[in-house]
């Protein structure tokens, strides 16, 4: 009995100890570990000197040669043309009579391999791929063996040239992605290539290598072990098998439940296992229905992506999983579902992390503009597809960019690829799907909104500097929903690509304007296309968020409208604040309570409730929020529930009660003035303008002058007169002309208050509606306001911001030259209250309407030859400080704001010439407790 149980023990035992593929790394594994090699460059800083440098790495980034971007092959060739590594390094003694292979996860560009001072193979040509040699021959197991590596900058091969180095990205030289060797028995699992479908049929090819003979098995489990059905197996059959079953309970793999398993292969001969190999995946189906939609799972989806070039400024293409976790996580943040992987394959690590936290991936054959030839790019198809086919992430293969299609090799996926992903051709209508780069938001008579074929732009609103991106995005994204043959779209680019120049003192390089296109900067600094992003592709939408105050009438419900693709609304958690507003920084939470998800299936729409206490309506503002199954914030809208009007009235209060002044004002007429005067404060008016000439507090002149003048129209003063009204002194203005009055009011407290009115002409086209005043940018330090914020707006780009008390220094920040955010200039949304931290004294603006952008000086622009595209060139109103009706758009690198939907249009003044008023309150000093203390 004994003996029999010892025997079958040692069988148990022969089946578990499995011989997985050993891997032994040479060089570090990411940019964050490295290992140094010796080194020497023919050109450029430290050239023809062995010295160290850190593996992976590109060598530009690491002291040598010379920084490239785009054409860097015919014109001017840099002359770092040639690098060359050694490495010393062992190998284990148990590695004997195993097949060893040297693995390079990528190396710019020709690369020649040399063990022991014999070739590896021949010379592998394209810069971004995976290459593999079987060097067990060369190698001395138990001994010291020398790695010897030339990597040329230049392809011998000129369409490799054209296709990778003729591009719009930074082109950098070296081994810089990891390099290592794998050990596996003779008899071994060469690769696989499987399908595991949304329905849980699972089909598997595995090809084997030095065996013609025996079993291989597979079995999947979770990713903590636990086995999901039965193993399948299946006879060798000359050296591969097919492999096909089903597995019963599993959950599909999509953006918005990306539940992995493992899978587990192995090689069996005997009755023993020969070798093991396993793979993480995802049952997940993909359908490309012409004229019908992309389909994921059997469900039709919209992608909402960017573009990604993996880079960082320290390191150029050598990346982390760290860093792939750190982008993923701010594109699911942004409430996107898919990226782009442009112009290249990415380090699969970053593939690993979206399978992980659910992102659709396209990954990219290179190919910018110019194709590879077929015989250099068959090889690197299988590279390609090899690595990476059995990521569920993984929707479509691009075979290029923009004409740098090679249409030979559109048959060639298919090979590598049990699935059989579509083949997308970047920019191009081809394969049922319209790819279409930059279109205008009216384009095309045929296609895109006017078309019969599915759509999905691979590159539109192309971020510059602080356009494109989020603006626009809006009109494009409810064209898109109620398109039916619109599959999304990729904006371009996640992120800015800005490298550290050791030659610069250390500055960051984004060459001009080729490349601050991100929505985020060089260290994932956020703009303000971020959030507008975030809030625009939320999966659950608010109707009552087109609103910025709630109306009277509220009662608590609130609609929402589920624009998941697979989830219900029930999965996710609602949570509401009121909140109080002082004069800091920040709320106080005065209540807060959940709402119950209501039951809304993808594409419904459902209801919850806002418990309100009794007295709601005495608060300032409303905070809702949407939190997603895995505890991140969908987003958090927000309502003003106070009035301008009642918001400015608790102001006066405290402006009074702090200022203790209780003496009459006073009125002086001067011979081309009148002086206001109340307690310390005086304000000047000139009697030829009806505006502000001077404003003093004491001795201490607040230069605050020139207005309000409006920035479009025509005024010329009619009528100007000075009276007193109880403690009030008032100089009235009338005018003909567009502006049509205003009045100037300083109270006993030594509030000065300035009431304008203005009529435009109707049907008219302007860039800006409202009043302008002068103010010196280099007196302010700071500002604090009440409205949305904290980033600045465009026409085209108001989403994104909510209403809080903000504050932020003053910076003079060029969005995507320097990251210093929120970028203090420009137009901000619904501003009640906006206080200016100067040199001297504060001064405090107040509104008493609810629909004014306040524009604080004009943000700088980049300086020097071609780095202003008419898209992001702004013509800003007069003037320094503003308060306006209507405010500028902004476009992109490639299109000027008229060209990208309707909320970049120029303003349209009503047909009937509305009247707008507003009038503001000016207070020096401090204007507001921070009580909270309300009138109301």
Not at 57 to 66: D, I, L, P, R, V
Not at 166 to 180: H, N
Request: net charge neutral.
């Amino acid at each position: 009995m004994r003996w029999l149980l010892s025997a079958f023990l040692l069988a148990l035992s022969s089946q578990c100890l499995a011989d997985p593929t050993q891997i032994q790394y040479l060089s570090g594994t990411d940019k964050d570990h490295r290992v140094e090699w010796d080194f020497q460059v023919n050109g450029g800083r430290n050239a023809g000197a062995w010295k160290k440098i850190p593996v992976p790495s590109n060598w530009e980034m690491e002291g040598f040669g010379t920084y490239r971007y785009y054409n860097d092959w015919q014109k001017d060739p840099a002359p770092d043309s040639m690098g060359v590594y050694r490495h010393q390094f062992n190998v284990p003694a148990t590695w004997r009579g195993k097949q060893i292979e040297i693995v390079f996860g990528a190396a710019m560009t020709d690369t020649l391999v040399k063990i022991n001072g014999l070739p590896a193979g021949p010379v592998h040509q394209g810069g971004f791929y995976e290459f593999r040699y079987d060097v067990t021959r060369l190698l001395k197991p138990g001994e010291s063996n020398q790695l010897e590596v030339t990597v040329n900058r230049y392809s011998a091969n000129e369409s490799v040239n054209r296709a990778e180095r003729s591009a719009d990205f930074w082109l950098f030289s070296g081994i810089y992605r990891p390099v290592w060797l794998e050990a596996k028995p003779l008899a071994n699992i060469e690769r696989i290539s499987l399908d595991a479908r949304h329905t849980g049929e699972f089909n598997a090819d595995v090809f084997l290598a030095g065996e013609r003979n025996g079993k291989v098995s597979a079995r999947v489990t979770t990713l903590s072990g636990a086995s999901l059905g039965k193993e399948i197996s299946a006879e060798v059959v000359d050296g591969k098998v097919h492999l096909r079953g089903r597995v019963d309970r599993i959950v599909p793999w999509s953006a918005e439940n990306p539940q992995r398993y493992q899978v587990r292969f192995q090689l069996l001969n005997g009755g023993k296992t020969v070798h093991e190999v396993s793979k993480i995946i995802g049952f997940r189906t993909i359908e490309l229905r012409p004229r019908d939609g992309v389909y994921v799972n059997g469900r039709k989806v919209r992608l909402k992506g960017s573009n990604r070039h993996s880079i960082w400024p320290t390191s150029g293409r050598t990346t982390s999983k760290a860093l792939s976790y750190q982008d993923a996580k701010l594109m699911k943040e942004m409430n996107m579902n898919a990226v782009r992987m442009s112009h290249y394959p990415p380090d699969p690590h970053f593939l690993d992390v979206a399978d992980e936290v659910g992102l659709y991936v396209i990954d990219e054959l290179t190919g910018w503009q110019k194709a590879y030839d077929t015989d250099v790019s068959t090889p690197l198809v299988k590279e390609l597809v090899k690595r990476d086919q059995h990521h569920p992430s993984i929707l479509f293969w691009a075979n290029g960019n923009e004409g740098g299609f090679n249409r030979d090799l559109d048959r060639l996926f298919a090979n590598w690829d049990v699935q059989k992903r579509p083949v997308i051709h970047p920019w191009e209508n081809f394969g049922g799907i319209y790819t279409a780069h930059y279109p205008t938001y009216n384009c095309c008579a045929t296609s895109l909104f006017n078309g019969r074929d599915v759509f999905m732009p691979t590159e539109f609103l192309h971020g510059l500097y602080d356009g494109g991106a989020g603006a626009s995005l809006n009109d494009w994204w409810r064209a898109m929903l109620a398109n039916p043959l619109s599959a999304g779209g990729f904006i371009w680019a996640f992120a800015d690509e800005g490298i550290v120049r050791d030659d610069r003192g250390g500055a960051i390089d984004v060459a001009g304007n080729l490349a601050p296109d991100g929505i985020v900067g060089p260290y994932r600094e956020k703009e303000g296309s971020f959030f507008a992003v975030k809030k625009i592709w939320s999966p659950v939408y608010l109707p009552l968020s087109e609103m910025a105050s709630l109306p009277p009438s509220f009662d608590g419900a609130i609609t929402l409208e589920n624009r998941y693709d697979f989830s219900n609304l029930n999965q996710l958690k609602f949570s509401w604040q009121l909140v109080r507003f002082g004069a800091d920084a920040g709320h106080t939470v005065v209540a807060q309570g959940r709402a119950k998800a209501p039951d809304a299936a993808a594409g419904m729409r459902g209801v919850t409730s806002i418990a309100l206490p009794r007295d709601w309506s005495k608060q300032d503002a409303l905070y809702f929020t949407a939190i997603d199954r895995d505890g991140r914030e969908i987003y958090t809208w927000s309502w003003m529930i106070a009035s301008p009007q009642q918001v400015a009235e608790r102001i006066a209060v405290d402006a009074a009660v702090a200022s203790g002044q209780t003496a009459p004002a006073t009125l002086t007429e001067l011979a081309d003035s009148y002086r206001l005067r109340a307690g310390a404060l005086s304000a000047i008016i000139d009697k030829s303008t009806g505006y502000l000439r001077e404003l003093k507090q004491g001795d201490i002149i607040s230069p605050l002058t020139n207005g309000p003048r409006l920035v479009a129209g025509k005024a010329e003063l009619k009528r100007i007169q000075a009276e007193r009204d109880g403690n009030d002194v008032v100089v009235s203005a009338e005018y003909t002309g567009n502006l049509r009055e205003v009045k100037w009011r300083l109270n006993a407290a030594g509030k000065l208050s300035v009431n304008y009115g203005y009529q435009m002409e109707g049907s008219r086209y302007v860039d800006a509606l409202g009043v302008t005043f002068d103010y010196p940018e280099s007196e302010v330090k700071s500002m604090r306001w009440l409205g949305r914020g904290p980033y600045r707006v465009w026409k085209n780009r108001t989403q994104g911001v909510e209403f809080d008390v903000w504050q932020k220094d003053y910076n003079d920040t060029v969005t995507g030259l320097s990251w210093n955010y929120p970028e203090f200039k420009g137009f901000h949304d619904k501003v009640y209250w906006a206080t200016l931290v100067t040199k001297n004294l504060p001064i405090t603006f107040i509104n008493h309407a609810d629909d004014i952008a306040l524009r604080v000086f004009t943000p700088k622009e980049a300086s020097g030859e071609g780095s202003e595209p008419k898209g992001t060139h702004m013509d800003f109103p007069p003037g320094d400080i503003s308060f306006l009706n209507a405010i500028l758009p902004v476009g992109t690198k490639f299109n000027p704001p008229g060209e990208l939907g309707p909320s970049a249009q120029q303003a349209r003044t009503p047909n009937l010439g509305i009247w707008l008023e507003n009038t503001i309150d000016i207070v020096i000093g401090e204007a507001t407790s921070g009580s909270g203390a309300s009138t109301r």
